[in-house]
């Protein structure tokens, strides 16, 4: 009786499930094909699935199947990605034209077969289902790795399971057109390889075993790889594409392998030489690449190709086979490019070709007998270093006058240039054309001609010096060939030292160097043999410094941790020891504690539009945004078919506007009615609209819940004019004083370097800010100080007078600083509006700066999202008196600029600013400033400043100079924020070409209309 129960049970349970699954197929809105395993089932869904009921149907044991071949694919994505494929066909069946036109029969028939080759490739139409399609770097860093590496085309059982962005939803068609996909599926055991298929620009695809133990280049030897490309194909360098469909590029050849490994089951896509074709077709390279990452996994080679398969030629186990011995050897690293003992990146005495990354910031101490070095050296752009360099000439006094300089030795101070010619390649080293002393005194001032190649663990370093660098004269200088100017160099420098003394260069005695870097089997040690260029005569030292051999030896120890010692033995005769500390401007970064993580998606709270317009509702709204988004709103608009709300505010917290407006829209869309379509916040800078970001609600939505596949957050924004009809206004704060101002405590530290007082002067203490607003577009700000510590007691500097060529606007600077313990920095009421949408202006008065104080004002025209802007302020400035807070002294001056700010297309992250107009001291011209701002926000930048004060009349220094860095806050510490600190440098404090330091300004004031120091 029990028994028949169950059975009657089981079959109700049948004949149930039956009917359920009929009704899904009748009601089917989604059907997924499933390929891969034994039982392939094609799955009907009611709805839009995600990703992982999808798993959870298909009937699989997760470990059996292959994850990081696993693919969605969709009719609509198909057609796209065979499309690519044909147009990619036809460009090469036309290249292979061309080549017949050219008579270069071989290459018109080989672009003939990669034609027929790429046409026959299994891509499929994968949908990017993975984190790494909503989840992009820079803006989500965790502990330095970005997650912008994880995959988008593949997404795993748990991942699916646990993470939202890897679980997007499946759009649905109708029950009378189902939505239709195929869920590639690999199996372990079926499809999962490991061998190495070569594919891309060769003759036939062929295959090469797998050597787990290799490193790429290691493999390429073992696998006679570079013996089957063909002429026309890159020796050096491929891609891999990995199951995952991640691409790399590796690097196969001694000059620039560094241990890299291929990926199992990879497909090796053989580049192009793009050098040699024409240049309609330079990103072919790139197209073979986007389309390999769609090939088809459950086919993971071409089935043609199996015949040239090298896997019969290797037997041995891979226990058995060491991986073979290379020519040179080969880096366990990238190789990171040391520095010489100037500083800059070279041998030891001797400069090189090399570049070291882009943003590698470095400071290097050299020390021996004669001279002691000091230097920062910055790769601002992959082509050109710079370095600022202080020389201490031990044998010599900074003057002959004790009272003025006392015992201190004479500091020389250098600024070179390298600029790279060629990068190296397969054939060609890496040569560089650099100079010595830019702008200093000349006593160290020389040019040359470098090039390097590595090969291996070996990089070799020839070239030619004239100048310093050339004073060994071994050879004729190549230029006097074409005139005779060449042949003869002029000793000393002209003005007051710090000029471009340009018609010194490649002149005179010329001399040629050579050298070599070699890295050890330990991997730390390096070790650094060169042929000097110097013969060490008529040294800046002014004693004997004795030659007994031309060649220098010396050792680098890296210590890990951006840390490296040196040791050396030059001259024959000489010591030298040092070291260098260096990080990369570029990549820092600092995790982050964010005490408001991310919202996730839900139900939004008010469910209709009359909620949202309740005061109580409205506040509520207003203090989660600044709880949750720090963003302050003052305003909230409602359109008239109630379907647009527009938020007047500001953002204060994030640097990265990107992850600001993400916040706020994860609240909105959290928050307010499914009714409203749109979001627009509107970035003030107090009642100064600056620019309106648009957010499309409904695409923001399908993002943050990957209710479709394809959404990303990015698409839902975009920036535009303010708008002018918001609709009807349901809230404003209105202005209201504050019980107290805002005040902030930091340290300060006031320096100089190089004087002849002391070679380095300062100032350490702490600011008092205090902010306080009048009204939206009002306040006052003051900073108060208190010095703690310094030295500048020992500043002495006497030329000038008021009535003078140059009157002392900043050479008081000892009776400033040290005037008195407490003093008022600045403190001045600044008011600030907006003309119309393109025209800003400014007022102001007080004491803007500590030397001086007064009024005036500021007009700037600066279009939406333009690279280029135009200001010009206009300030009456009077002297403070230093023994009296408040007072002033009898000088004033009318001073104010006209400047220009471009930010060049082709140097998207550089600003240069040419401010022309009356500086400090009366005296007229222009000052040009460059700035550069790397990934991580941090800005370089130098300036100059040229009047119509003679070098004679301006002193030592012909004219002012200096640099500066700025760095975001927010790299520095665990929390997040939008402000920066400025560190600057300039050789000497003089009094021509000095600007009113303004602190406040409009530039920097509407900084979002087109953003700079913010991202």
């Known amino acids: 009786m029990i028994t028949r129960t169950l059975k009657l049970t089981a079959i109700a349970f049948a004949v149930a499930t039956a009917a359920t699954s009929a009704y899904a197929q009748n009601q089917a809105t989604v059907a997924v094909k499933i390929q891969g395993p034994e039982k392939a089932p094609e799955l009907q869904f009611a709805g839009s699935p995600r990703l992982h009921q999808v798993y959870e149907n298909a009937q699989i044991k997760p470990e059996e199947i292959f994850w990081p071949g696993v693919r969605l694919v969709s009719a609509e994505k198909h057609n796209e990605i065979i499309q690519k494929q044909k147009q990619l066909t036809q460009q090469l069946y036309k290249l292979e034209r061309y080549f017949q036109q050219e008579g270069q029969r071989s290459y018109a ?61 499946l759009p649905q068609g109708s029950k009378e057109q189902p939505a239709r996909y195929q869920l590639l599926m690999p199996t372990i055991e079926k499809h999962q390889t490991k061998h190495l298929q070569v594919i891309g620009a060769v003759w036939m695809p062929f295959t090469m075993s797998y050597h787990p133990h290799f490193t790429a280049r290691e493999t390429a030897h073992k696998e006679n790889f570079k013996q089957r ?42 580049l192009f030489n793009t050098k040699k074709l024409p240049k309609e077709f330079k990103n072919i390279n790139t197209q073979m690449a986007e389309l390999a990452k769609y090939w088809n996994p459950l086919q993971p080679t071409l089935h043609e190709t199996s015949h040239f398969t090298t896997l019969g030629k290797y037997t041995q186990s891979e226990k058995e086979q060491q991986p073979p011995m290379l020519i040179f050897g080969e880096a366990d690293k990238k190789p990171r490019p040391s520095t010489s003992d100037y500083g800059s990146v070279g041998l030891l005495q001797m400069p090189s070709g090399r570049h070291a990354e882009q943003g590698e910031f470095s400071f290097t101490y050299s020390d021996q007998e ?46 070179d240039l390298k600029l790279r010619l060629t990068e190296e390649t397969r054939w060609i080293p890496e040569t560089s054309v650099g100079i010595r002393d830019l702008a200093g005194t000349g006593l160290f001032a020389g040019e040359y001609v470098a090039a390097s190649k590595r090969l291996g663990n070996f990089d070799f370093t020839a070239g030619i010096g004239w100048g310093y660098l ?38 005179g005695n010329t001399a040629w160097f050579a050298g070599l870097e070699y890295q050890t089997p330990w991997d730390p040690l390096s070790i650094k043999v060169e042929y000097d260029s110097n013969n060490y005569k008529n040294e800046p030292s002014t004693v004997a410094m004795p030659q007994d051999s031309r060649w220098n030896y010396g050792l680098e120890y890296d210590l890990g941790n951006n840390m490296s010692l040196k040791a050396s033995y030059e001259r024959g005769n000489t010591i030298m020891f040092g070291f260098t500390l260096r990080t990369n401007l570029a990549n ?91 979001y627009q916040f509107i970035d003030q800078s107090g009642t100064m609209n600056l620019a309106q970001n648009n957010i499309d609600a409904e695409i923001f939505k399908d993002a943050m819940g990957r209710r479709t596949i394809n959404a990303t957050t990015q698409q839902a924004y975009s920036r535009s004019e303010v708008t002018d009809n918001p609709g009807d206004m349901i809230y404003k704060k209105e202005f209201e004083f504050a019980d107290l101002p805002t005040v902030s405590v930091k340290p300060y530290l006031d320096q100089s370097f190089g004087g002849p007082e002391d070679f380095y002067l300062y100032q350490l203490g702490v600011d008092a800010r205090v902010r306080y607003s009048l009204s939206r577009n009002t306040f006052v700000a003051g900073t108060a100080s208190l010095r703690v510590i310094d030295n500048y007691d020992k500043f002495n500097y006497t030329t000038g007078t008021e009535t003078g060529a140059l009157p002392r606007v900043r050479t008081y600077v000892r009776e400033y600083v040290t005037g008195s313990d407490v003093f008022l920095r600045n403190l001045q009421v600044i008011h600030r509006r907006q003309l119309a949408d393109n025209w800003f202006a400014a007022g102001y008065v007080g004491y803007q700066e500590q030397m001086f104080g007064g009024f005036g004002g ?87 400043a040229k009047t119509n004060v003679s070098a004679e009349e301006y002193g030592e220094g012909s004219f002012t100079k200096g640099f500066y860095i700025s760095i975001p806050f927010d790299i520095l510490q665990l929390r997040y924020s939008p402000g920066r600190g400025t560190i600057g440098w300039s050789p000497l404090t003089r009094d021509g070409g000095q600007m009113l330091g303004r602190e406040f300004s409009l530039f920097g004031a509407t900084d979002k209309r087109s953003p700079y120091y913010v991202d």
């Open 109 to 169: 028939q080989l672009a003939n077969r990669i034609a027929s080759q790429i046409s026959n490739w299994p891509v499929v139409g994968a949908e990017p289902i993975g984190r790494g399609h909503v989840e992009q770097g820079p803006k989500d860093v965790t502990l330095g790795v970005d997650i912008n590496k994880k995959s988008s085309l593949t997404s795993y059982y748990d991942e699916a399971r646990l993470n939202i962005n890897a679980n997007p939803q």
């Open 229 to 270: 490309l063909e002429a026309i194909t890159h020796k050096d360098k491929v891609l891999q594409v990995t199951a995952q469909g991640d691409i790399q590029e590796i690097a196969i050849d001694p000059y620039n392998a560094h241990s890299q490994k291929f990926s199992a089951g990879a497909k090796i896509l053989a």
């Open 370 to 415: 004669e001279y002691r070095r000091w230097a920062l050296n910055l790769q601002l752009f992959p082509w050109l270093e710079a370095t600022l360099r202080y020389n201490d000439i031990r044998t010599r006094k900074y003057s002959q006058f004790e009272e003025f300089s006392g015992d201190q030795t004479y500091k020389d101070r250098g600024v």
């Open 470 to 507: 050339g004073k060994n004269n071994n050879i004729n200088n190549p230029f006097c060939e074409l005139t005779d100017e060449f042949c003869n160099r002029t000793g000393g420098f002209s003005g007051r030292g710090g000029s471009f003394e340009v018609d010194k260069w490649f002149k």
């Open 588 to 678: 820092a970064k600092q995790p982050k504690i964010d005490s408001h993580r991310k919202r996730p998606p839900a139900p939004p709270r008010l469910q209709s539009v009359e909620q949202l317009k309740q005061q109580d509702e409205l506040n509520k709204l207003r203090t989660t945004m600044n709880a949750e988004a720090s963003t302050w709103v003052r305003e909230l608009a409602l359109s008239e078919d109630e379907q647009t709300l527009t938020l007047y505010g500001s953002q204060y917290r994030y640097r990265d506007s990107e992850l600001g407006l993400e916040k706020i829209s994860r609240v909105l869309a959290t928050e307010v009615p499914d009714s409203i379509k749109t």
């Open 858 to 944: 500021e007009l700037l025209y600066r279009e939406l999202d333009s690279n280029w802007a135009v200001g010009l302020d206009i300030n009456y400035a009077k002297q403070r008196d230093w023994e009296n807070h408040f007072g002033f002294r009898d000088y004033d001056v009318i001073t104010g600029h006209l400047t220009g700010y471009w930010r060049p297309n082709f140097m998207p992250n550089s600003l240069v600013r040419v401010a022309a107009g009356q500086f400090l001291a009366g005296d007229r011209g222009a000052l040009v400033a460059f700035d550069h701002k790397f990934d991580s926000g941090i800005i370089v930048g130098a300036y100059a």
